[in-house]
């Protein structure tokens, strides 16, 4: 450790002992983990009665390491929360940061798994496999989307080190092809490769917030009550981590812990209790152009941005307020108070976790380190915005009018809505562009908020250093006084690529101590060295879902010196063209070094599960039992674009047999085979815009029964109509047309056979709607 660090360290918490050398001070070496038993030092004689026993001791961690609470919210823009000049209210950022540090130089990877796989290992996220989100790994060492062994996680480090660890909320960061009853589970929340013991909250990247698709460490759990009964997941959330503090805290008072909580919030689908949107009713009738005006002046006056920081123009891809017409303002208004209302509602959230912490006594030594946001506001709602978030990502955009019919439910549970990107872009003040955009700090840079009463003496104060996610882990571990591992659980280490920011806590002037950092995303590319910084941004809009040209050769690359341009506002590269070419070439240099190539803009095209390993590969037919539910979409034969059909052989009762024989998707999307009033139904969900149901003309006999349905698209191509026949033991008993399908995913909801797990795909029946009959098999052929 440097001196001078650890003479801060040693006044700030004097009870800690520290990392000296890469060996703890307690004498136990913590760089191989797990730490070896130590030898028996008791007396074994001839009887019990000449013996003496000595039990053997659990790892206990330093003297004086903190809890730590790492709080991750997604897709926050830096110009958002109250805390560093937005219009939202945010009391509990805004007390964690007057007791606390804000950080304004933070940044992050500008996309969700990417940024918390770099949270969670202290590498590059090229360096660690997830160059991208993890439904979009392909066959290169820095985008597989499989985390490796050599990189073990935070989780798992304190884990050996003495702490108890748990983590409540979004996850994202295992193999989308992992999330089944089979496994492995090495990369789940609770494998040895992150290291968590507990975990409680969603895999994928998104959820339903009034119908989330939860696990309990690896078991799919229901949700514990309704909507109408006011459920939120946000607040579920809290409850389960509370709980598990308690609990913890009941058995075992003097192991530290380690919380990593990461909400789904704000991330689409923005839902929000209704008194939270109304209580922003009015605050953005002035526009996005005029919000970035007002937040600008804000947080100059908060000395959240140096005094010489200059707002940056509206890129001219992106439409003016005063040009949108008063129908689609209003609608837009109402987008942005949901938007706004469940930030708001997050933050509150958050504040009861934060009290059960103080109502334990522990916030005195609990490092509390809050990422506002995992990368820049999200500009994938489009132009207009969105009251189905997922068909948005299929592509498929319901206009005006489509909003026009969702008004009065925007933020409840019939709706996924996402903003337009002006506000996306508004709410990234005063940085250029938005989330995806990885060589502007309208992608990358976060608000950071840090809180240790034991460890730091500062109060409500700034600092400028520029850092990055990487740097999160190594500052956890000094603070705890735990060295970096050189082996964990047999395999040799990478380096961790982070730098600590301890040296930062009270020394406010401190030189940064990171002087390198690259940015990639998509193609959008970014290296800071030196308080310079180059970046080009690639081809294709972060709202669109086309590829781009794949011709990087052709970006322009701009020029910032960002010591004296905090946001990346004045273009030098013009004057200054062999600076910028020394950056160009630094990172070739890095991108070399962290596995960033082959560079690919590919998006939608990587979403094509056939990319990656796959059991199911390659197999037209696959046929199953009763008891299946929960399966993930990858982990299902493909229904997108094709002919396939659904046969469910089952057993009716004298009294008949209603209930959901196979289903997928659920009140967004989706489609269910169930039977209704006796009737066999089949029934496609459209985006929750449009509705095809085909019935039998027939009841279901008692007795046995083929039930099949056949589904036929009209044309070749993603989105197509469809044809579908109904036919109970060979016979036609219905037949219909689906207009639009769903081009590519219809969401997070996973399949099920004998029920429909989550939410519900039909207006007719409520989930579950367990089938009452006896399913012998169901076949899924796709032809």
Known sequence: MRKEALQIAMLAMPLVLLSIGGQAADKLNRTVLPVPEPAFKGVIGTTVRDSKPDFPKQIQAPAGAPNVLVILLDDVGFGHAGAFGGAVATPTMDRLAKEGLRYNSFHTTALCSPTRAALLTGRNHHSVGTGVVI??????????????????????????????????????????????????????PTGKIWGFEYFYGFMNGETHQYYPVLYRNTTPVAQPKSPEEGYHVTNDLVDEAIGWLNQVRATNPEKPWFVYFSTGAVHAPHHTPKPYIEKYKGIFDGGWDKYREETFARQKKMGIIPENAKLTPRPHEIPSWDEQPENAKRVYRRLMENYSGFLNHTDEQVGRLIGAVERSGEMDNTLIIFL???????????????????????????????????????GGPTTDPHVPVGWAWAVDTPFQWT??????????????????????????????????????????????????????????????????MLYSFDDEKADSRRAVQYFEMLGNRGIYKDGWMATTRHGRL????????????????????????????????????????????????????????????RLAERFDTTLRPNPLAGLTKFT???????????????????????????????????GVLAAIGGIISGWSLYVKDGRPTFYYNTFDVEHAKIQSSEVLSPG????????????PGPGKPADVRLLVNDKEVGKGRVARTVPFRYGVEPFDIGMDTVSAVSEEYNAPFPFQGHINQVTIEVK
């Open 135 to 188: 439904e979009m790994g392909t066959g290169f060492p820095g985008y597989t989307g499989i985390v490796p062994n050599t990189t073990a996680g935070l989780p798992e480090i304190l884990r050996q080190n003495g702490y108890t660890t748990a983590a409540f909320g979004k996850w994202h960061n295992t193999p989308d092809n992992e999330i089944n009853p089979a496994g492995p589970f090495d990369r789940w």
């Open 372 to 410: 506002v946001g995992d990368n820049g506001a999200s500009a994938e709602g489009g132009l207009e915005g969105t009251v189905s978030e997922i068909a948005a990502i299929n592509g498929f955009q319901l206009g005006l009018a489509g909003l026009e019919a969702k008004f009065d439910e925007i």
């Open 435 to 500: 989330k995806q955009i990885a060589s502007h700090f309208g992608g990358t840079r976060n608000g950071l908020i840090v809180h240790w009463p034991k460890g730091i003496r500062a109060r409500n104060e700034m600092r400028a250093q520029f850092h990055h996610v990487i740097d999160i882990a190594p500052t956890v571990l000094e603070a705890a006084g735990i060295p970096e591992p050189t082996t964990v659980n047999g395999v040799k280490q990478k380096p961790i690529e982070g730098v600590s």
């Open 542 to 601: 972060p709202w669109e879902t086309a590829a781009s040209t794949g011709n990087f050769d052709k970006d322009v690359w701009e020029l910032y010196h960002i010591d004296n341009d905090f946001s990346q506002a004045d273009d030098l590269a013009a004057k200054l063209p062999q600076k910028l070419q020394e950056l160009q070439e630094a990172f070739l240099v890095e991108a070399k070094k962290y596995n960033v190539l082959p560079l690919d803009d």
């Open 624 to 658: 199953y039992g009763p008891g299946v539910t929960g399966l993930s979409e990858s982990s299902v034969l493909n229904t997108h674009g094709v002919p396939f059909s659904i046969t469910a052989d089952v057993e009716v009762g004298q009294t008949g047999a209603d």
């Open 704 to 715: 046995k029964a083929t039930v099949r349905a056949e589904f036929t698209p009209v044309e």
